[in-house]
């Protein structure tokens, strides 16, 4: 059967489908997953990172360790 055979016979039986069918089918063809993002061959996005990088080596931002970071969370929420 040709691809447009298929279709052409998708097409009818998606027309006569009760709507549990309908939506069943939907469910099934929206669960796709859609092209996930490469950040690592986003230009602008590296060069992002490399700014912030520099940024904090050369002290314009003074950045936080992760034990700083750790612990303002943890005294945010006083666990």
Wanted: charged letters at 40%; proline letters at 1%; aromatic letters at 8%.
């Amino acid at each position: 059967m040709t691809t447009t055979a298929k279709r052409e016979k998708l097409h009818a039986l998606i027309n006569n489908a009760d709507d549990k069918k309908v939506d069943q089918l939907y469910l099934i063809w929206s669960d796709e997953p859609e092209e996930s993002y490469d950040w690592q061959n986003d230009k602008a996005f590296l060069a992002e990172l490399d700014d912030r990088v520099m940024r904090v080596k050369t002290g314009v931002d003074r950045g936080v360790t992760l034990e700083e970071f750790k612990r303002s969370i943890e005294l945010r929420y006083k666990r």
